[in-house]
């Protein structure tokens, strides 16, 4: 019989062995991060939320709590395939209930074999998102294929003065109002700015913001994880004297090593790059430690700036630490050129090239040979994705939203999550693949877009001209699934255009979740130029075997976007769905239950996951 003492001790054992690995609370609070607060949703009280390290191969369990007052929220992973739980992805009315306030929400996953890279996660509802997101990084589980001495992240965001709920008001109301440019680029949370005293809301100014700093020592080389956490800024990056951006990784996929002579960054995609530093003799020779990198934002009709400062650390260079530069006025504390404004010739030290479409993505190869798209014979149909700006009304009831072939999407439909009807009644979510293969792929009877597990399509993404003639740049984001990117191209879709665009491509297809469709080659809204309204100014191909069953969003990353309604649902092998663990069917099927003292590990049920197999 077992003593008082070890019967506590087991008791304290067993509640420790049942604590999440991560805990995340999101919030509203007070954020400034150009100077100029605004009420802002928060991670564990900041932006951007912590950055959270996992290997390949473990079991992450995340507890999210909501603890605002009168907002739903939801966590994605973004990027995170979700095999076998897709009830982990994070996304309302779709995946699952959104959070309620005061509740919590336990995401639970595997990071399978094969998926280190960089990842980012954030929240799923409304305009919160702006934000509230962070870093999800996913750590090889041996050696990295290339060598580094150590990693850095940059994480890009844009940072808006006007609340969330006032944006998401102006997109959806009448008269529709548009945000407009951003008020800051962030770079980590960061931004130089000077107070606007008028949009705070008659809150005070918070001194002390400044350029993002960051710290290297010579003679390294390091990987910059650069995660695209924007709402709506497409960015282009250099660094001064510090040529060529020799990228590794994109998407959370290793590539052949590629030199670009800078990055282009939209809302939603990840790039690694190998940034060898400076020796030190180098940085004596130029008696300077200290150096810019520009950003500009491209593909709208402003270009918005932002930088950052890479600083080397040695104390023995017998250097400033910092370069010469003007510095703010004494009463705000701080000196440097990280406080300071942006310098006005950085275009022309630093500078960036004008709008081109594809970038260096057509010359990408993946870093093994044996990761190749399905052939072309095992494709069984063409799901044609096409996205259009409309409106309705005119003067002040005019509404501006846009449609995905010929939809509105919203984040509060259906009124039942598709994944939870799924589980709940399987006979209840049957989707008509014949009606949906004779309409382009989507289905009307459910309002998604159906495939079966394990079939074999081609996507393809129409960028139509808005009712007033205009086009934009869209960066497409897919949850769930990793797809080829097969070809892009400008102009009209045909067989000919996309056989040339294989053709003429210099490198491979990769696999990717967050690919840009471009604008042109007339009608691009940053040229003041229109064409007529419904005109076809970009396409692109994704090519997926439909590996991981569940309900799974595919929607423009460009946030003001997807809030007008620019997304869709897949339902991917719908009724082949995992099994939902017992113990988890309340707290997952009931918006706002009761949250469950113990947590569930559904990965007991699946032994045939832990060893690597795709088995469903």
């Not at 102006?170 to 960061?190: C, E, K, S």
């Not at 993002?212 to 250099?238: C, N, Q, W």
């Not at 003067?395 to 939870?420: C, H, I």
Request: charged share 15%.
């Amino acid at each position: 019989m077992f003593g008082p003492s070890l019967l506590l001790l087991l008791s304290v054992s067993s509640a420790l062995a049942w604590q999440p690995d991560h805990i995340l609370r999101i919030s509203n609070g007070t954020l400034a991060a150009d100077c100029t607060p605004r009420m802002s949703t928060l991670i564990n009280g900041t932006s951007p939320g912590p950055a959270i390290r996992v290997k390949e191969g473990d079991h992450v369990w995340i507890r999210v709590y909501n603890d605002m007052v009168d907002s739903n929220t939801t966590l994605h992973w973004h990027g995170v395939s979700q095999y076998m739980s897709p009830f982990a992805d994070g996304t309302p009315q779709t995946s699952q209930w959104p959070i309620a306030p005061q509740n919590y929400f336990d995401y639970e996953f595997k990071l399978d074999k094969g998926s280190a890279g960089t990842y980012m996660y954030h929240t799923h509802v409304g305009f919160q998102i702006v934000t509230a997101y962070g870093a999800f990084i996913v750590e090889d589980a041996e050696d990295p294929p290339y060598a580094y001495d150590d990693d850095l992240v940059l994480l890009l965001g844009d940072f808006y003065h006007a609340p969330d709920g006032a944006i998401t008001a102006g997109l959806l109301g009448a008269p529709f109002a548009w945000l407009g440019d951003p008020q800051a680029l962030t770079v980590n949370g960061n931004a130089y700015g000077a107070c606007d005293a008028s949009a705070s809301s008659g809150a005070a100014c918070v001194p002390g913001c400044h350029t993002e700093v960051v710290h290297v020592l010579p003679d390294k080389t390091y990987r910059v994880r650069v995660i695209g956490a924007t709402a709506l800024s497409f960015i282009y990056m250099a660094i001064e004297d510090h040529p060529g951006f020799n990228l590794i990784e994109v998407d959370s996929g290793y590539v052949a090593a590629h030199n670009a002579s800078h990055l282009e960054v939209n809302s939603g995609q990840r790039y690694s790059f190998l940034l060898r530093t400076k020796p030190a003799a180098e940085l004596r020779a130029l008696n300077k430690t200290a150096f810019w990198a520009n950003m500009e934002t491209r593909w709208r009709p402003t270009r918005d700036r932002g930088a950052w400062l890479l600083q080397y650390d040695a104390v023995e260079l017998a250097l400033p630490p910092v370069d010469a530069a003007p510095q703010l006025p004494a009463a705000l504390g701080a000196t440097g050129p990280a406080y300071a404004p942006i310098p006005a010739d950085l275009n022309e030290t630093v500078p960036l090239p004008d709008e081109a479409p594809f970038w260096v993505v057509p010359a990408l190869r993946p870093l093994d040979p044996a990761e190749v798209p399905p052939p072309d014979a095992q494709v069984s149909r063409r799901i044609t994705i096409s996205m259009q700006q409309l409106s309705n009304g005119t003067g002040a009831t005019q509404k501006v939203f846009w449609n995905v072939d010929r939809y509105m999407y919203s984040e509060d439909e259906p009124e039942v999550p598709y994944l939870v009807q799924a589980y709940e009644d399987p006979s209840a979510l049957r989707p008509d693949y014949e009606a949906a293969a004779a309409n382009n792929g989507f289905d009307t009877s459910t309002n998604a877009v159906p495939i079966r597990l394990n079939e074999t399509v081609d996507m393809v993404f129409l960028n139509l001209a808005s009712f007033v003639g205009t086009l934009e740049a869209h960066p497409w984001h897919i949850h769930g699934q990793h797809p080829y990117v097969m070809a892009q191209g400008l102009g009209n879709f045909s067989d000919e255009a996309y056989a040339a665009a294989r053709q003429n491509m210099t490198g491979l297809p990769i696999q990717r979740d967050t690919n840009n469709i471009f604008a042109g080659p007339v009608g691009a809204d940053y040229t003041n130029a229109t064409v007529a309204p419904g005109e076809n100014g970009g396409w692109m191909v994704y090519r997926m075997r439909a590996e991981v069953a569940g309900a799974f969003l595919l929607h423009c990353h460009l946030q003001p976007h997807a809030v007008m309604g620019m997304a869709t649902v897949l339902l991917v092998g719908i009724d082949a769905l995992p099994t939902l663990p017992t113990n988890f069917t309340k707290e997952f099927a009931t918006y706002n239950a009761t949250p469950r003292a113990k947590p569930h590990s559904f990965f007991e049920l699946y032994p045939d996951r832990r060893t690597g197999s795709s088995q469903v």
